[in-house]
């Protein structure tokens, strides 16, 4: 099986592995004030103290949440700002995109990029308060977005900025640069385990809870904290991340590979700054479906797309805000690479490709 | 891997309310899905996510079985907390434009049912909070007059987290289902120690945690009725998984944990229970043996076995900890704990703030021993009497002064 | 909850515990309230000069507040009432390293000095 499907969710990194029997004896409830619960509350504070040495923010500016979906949910909910001046960019995940009126989508060029001129307009014009949000780093093109400009708008016209950093977390260096009031985080794309996000905020962000209850997370994010998968977080941030230098040079003989095999192949965001492991491509003539069937059964796992549709087929909204033609969105797979990919890995899945091209 | 939890006589644990360890089966079943079988469940193509699908469907059917369910009405959470705020807030919205307003809840609810209900309340809500009788439960015909016809829900928790009484659900849900209201349970304590059928109790909404029955935090479940059918607006949007109110990428291994953690509780509740009985009763008997002025607050039968809150006369809770260092218990919820009101709780029961002050929270669960009981109650005996012996207030008390006769300075 | 070392020594082996037999030479403060969670009965003896000779506590409350009563009855023996009435609560809660919320424990130590002290004197003036 060779695993070509980073962006959907990494293999479990070794050095989580060996962890997880040690966390789960870790079980008090950080909230007991007894041995076992001091132990499990200093567990989480390590980690909430490593992302945030990783972020450059205090530990006190991250909440745990179950995951990148709850954080992007939180993040449009925490601040009041209305609904009608609530704004994301059109490739945003879908966690976003669906709080997000849909005449609130800010349009994106033909590499996905976020138009930064259409950005400025509906900031000049928007109603105090307002909220922004994009994403860092596209999951299906793996299209890297101009942060710091959008931060520097933002910040010039007074609005919240929320940036999606699920994707780039782990991959490329980011931080909660200047004018970035909220940031989605998660920790299975990067090797930790499914069950645990955060979102990051500025200093003195005034939010509201998000879900009620005990009055964990310093009162916004209530609900026992999922120990094992903080702690092992917290081991992944201790350790370094996992090495995604390799990936880049990876990557580009695959895709050197996919030309050399198919004159007609589309590489999408080829021209602008991506993650350096996602290959977002075309094969007009072949099916999205068809062909990651088709690897499947030679037992290599790619998408076509977001994970998070749940089976159907759908268009790609981020493909068709890039406005594809449907002849090459609907021959559009997605490999995403890790650090555990290997020279092997390309060489396999790019034999497999040419047979299929034929 | 199977190895059963350590016993340490210098760290007995007995907080079963606010975590249980997870058990070594449970362990085992999921340590593949954290490692080889790591895909995401929703991605449906690949082989990697048709295992993990497989296995998460595998662990709905068996919550769903310990529950009486079909496993179309079971998703799943991040825990009992999201649970809760999903099946009221959730139904809330949907069924505001409906006319439907006004929530029934009860005073010694968890907190976060309680939170929950504060929140809807600012958003126009009405909400009754029911009292409780001395012994901790509802009284039906409170219950019964409080409904109106904008009434769309009563929230009634199955078991209390800090007394362990058990409200009386079967009587509850009739009342509810005639008059046409829905009726949501806050499970958590009770799932897998007693018996619950959601039919039979004509329950509609049922909360789980994982970690309350030996699976890991993180993980939990909202059994959601299909037939009549309850609409949720979701909490969490995206995806669009768990049938649309439950968006967000699950851990198969945690929900393979709550799974595995259900069936072994369908399968072992009577002996556990059994068990467990026998453990109070040794420990009570051996406590009441040597101390005198002790009280267990809350219905001494409708409870659940495991959980054990006892007032101990004439000594404050936080010291009587102090000198249990070896036990790890708490002295009240584990969400308040750190704050030095007494419970709100034991408050709503009447329990007067002087007992109230000196309450312990014991759990017995499926890894407590005879022996570890036994060390306890010695130790707790040793430390009660030692404290009693510097208690002003047991020395009043001896001498026959009436403790309410005397004009304390409030400080 | 994470107690000083001096907390632990002092709950442990509490000094003082016990009463005194109430008489002309004697005070007796009874501090706090049941429904708080602190009670601080603190007793002295006092000889002709104003010394106190001996000093007694029984505390019901949380570890910091037995230490609090138990130090309060360690410091004030052999000092004057004067010297005794001096004594503030931060000295208490500095030396037994208190966190916040553990303050209130040395203010009601501070009190049961004081209202010891008072009541001994209150019997010097009746019977004077």
């Given at each position: 099986m060779i695993y070509l499907d980073y962006n959907a969710t990494a293999p479990l990194s070794p050095l989580v592995e060996g962890s997880i029997l040690n966390s789960l004896k870790r079980f008090g409830n950080p909230s007991s004030i007894h041995n076992a619960g001091r132990a499990s509350r200093a567990a989480v504070d390590k980690t909430r103290k490593l992302l945030a040495e990783a972020l450059g923010v205090l530990p006190r500016d991250i909440t745990f949440t179950s995951g990148g979906t709850e954080a992007n949910n939180m993040a449009l909910h925490c601040l009041g700002v209305a609904r009608e001046n609530t704004y994301c960019s059109a490739v945003e995940h879908d966690s976003v995109l669906k709080l997000v009126a849909p005449q609130n989508h800010l349009p994106v060029d033909e590499n996905g990029v976020v138009k930064l001129h259409q950005l400025e307009q509906v900031l000049r014009t928007a109603r105090a308060p307002t909220l922004i949000s994009v994403m860092w780093a596209n999951n299906e093109t793996g299209v890297i977005q101009p942060i710091k400009d959008i931060a520097k708008l933002c910040q010039q016209h007074g609005a919240f900025l929320h940036v999606d950093a699920v994707q780039a977390f782990g991959r490329i260096p980011i931080s909660l640069l200047d004018g970035i009031s909220l940031m989605t985080l998660s920790a299975h794309k990067m090797g930790g385990l499914k069950g645990v996000g955060a979102l990051v905020s500025a200093p003195h962000l005034k939010m509201t809870a998000y879900i009620a209850g005990g009055g964990q997370e310093r009162g916004l994010r209530a609900g026992t904290e999922n120990t094992l998968a903080i702690d092992s977080w917290g081991q992944l941030l201790a350790n370094g991340f996992?090495?995604?230098?390799?990936v880049a040079a990876l990557r580009q003989q695959l895709e050197a590979g996919l030309k050399a095999a198919n004159p007609l192949v589309h590489i999408w965001g080829h021209g602008v700054n991506r993650l350096p492991n996602t290959t977002c491509f075309s094969s007009p003539g072949h099916d999205k479906e068809t062909q990651v069937i088709y690897f499947d059964l030679k037992g290599v796992a790619l998408s076509s797309g977001s994970a998070c549709s749940s089976g159907r087929v759908v268009k790609s909204h981020v493909l068709q805000a890039m406005n594809a033609p449907e002849d090459l969105a609907n021959t559009a797979i997605r490999v995403s690479l890790g650090p555990h990919t290997t020279q092997q890995d390309i060489d396999t899945f790019l034999n497999h490709y040419k047979a299929m091209i034929g | 891997m199977t190895e059963t939890v350590k016993q340490d006589m210098n760290h007995i644990y007995l907080d079963y309310q606010a975590t249980t360890p997870c058990d070594p089966r449970v362990v085992e079943a999921m340590m593949p899905y954290f490692t080889q079988k790591f895909g995401n469940p929703h991605s449906r193509v690949h082989h990697h996510a048709w295992e993990a699908e497989e296995a998460v469907e595998n662990a709905r059917a068996q919550v769903a079985s310990l529950i009486g369910a079909d496993p179309k009405e079971v998703i799943f959470t991040s825990g009992a907390t999201e649970s809760n705020n999903l099946a009221l807030k959730g139904a809330a919205q949907f069924y505001k434009s409906r006319g439907k307003t006004h929530i029934i809840t009860c005073v010694t609810e968890h907190k976060c049912v309680l939170d929950t209900c504060r929140h809807l309340g600012l958003d126009g809500f009405d909400i009754t909070y029911l009292p409780v009788g001395s012994d901790g439960l509802i009284n039906l015909d409170d219950l019964k007059a409080a409904i109106r016809p904008e009434t769309l829900m009563v929230s009634i928790m199955a078991a209390n987290n800090e007394i362990g009484v058990l409200q009386p659900l079967r009587e509850i849900g009739a009342i509810c289902r005639e008059a046409g209201v829905f009726f949501h349970t806050d499970a958590a304590q009770a799932v897998g120690k007693i018996p619950m059928d959601v039919n039979e109790m004509n329950i509609d909404l049922l909360s789980i945690s994982g970690h309350k029955i030996y699976a890991p935090k993180g993980v939990g479940a909202l059994y959601v009725r299909r037939r009549p059918r309850v609409r949720l607006n979701p909490l969490i949007n995206g995806g669009g998984q768990e049938r649309g109110m439950r968006s967000g990428t699950l851990s198969p291994a945690l929900c393979v944990g709550l799974g595995e953690a259900c069936a072994i509780a369908e399968r072992e509740m009577a002996a556990e229970q059994k068990r467990t009985t026998e453990l109070k009763d040794f420990f009570m008997n051996k406590l009441t043996s040597e101390l005198e002025d002790i009280y267990i607050n809350g219905h001494p039968e409708h409870r659940l076995a495991g959980c054990l809150n006892i007032s101990f006369a004439y000594v404050e809770g936080e010291g009587l900890m102090m000198g249990i260092k070896n036990l790890s218990l708490s002295s009240g919820s584990a969400c308040t704990s750190a704050s030095l009101e007494p419970s709100y709780v034991l408050r709503a029961l009447g329990v007067e703030e002087e007992l109230a002050h000196t309450s312990l929270r014991i759990g017995i669960g499926r890894f407590t021993t005879k022996e570890e009981l036994e060390v306890a109650a010695d130790s707790i005996i040793k430390t009660v009497k030692k404290l009693r012996d510097m208690s002003p207030l047991y020395e009043m008390a001896k001498a026959g002064i009436d403790l309410k006769s005397i004009q304390w300075a409030a400080h | 909850m994470a107690y000083s070392n001096k907390v632990i020594d002092h709950y442990e082996n509490p000094r003082n515990v016990g009463a005194i037999e109430e008489g002309n030479d004697t005070g007796t403060g009874l501090v706090g309230a049941p429904a708080c969670g602190d009670v601080m009965k603190l007793q002295i003896k006092v000889d002709e000069s104003g010394k106190i000779t001996d000093a007694k506590f029984k505390t019901f409350g949380c570890g910091s507040a037995i230490a609090s009563s138990s130090l309060a009855t360690e410091w004030i023996k052999g000092k004057t009432i004067e010297e005794a009435s001096s004594i503030k609560n931060s000295d208490i809660a500095e030396y037994l390293a208190l966190p916040p919320v553990k303050i209130h424990c040395s203010i009601l130590a501070q009190d049961a000095i004081q209202s010891a002290i008072e009541n001994y004197k209150s019997k010097q003036q009746q019977s004077a």
């Open positions: 996992e090495d995604f230098s390799a | - | -």
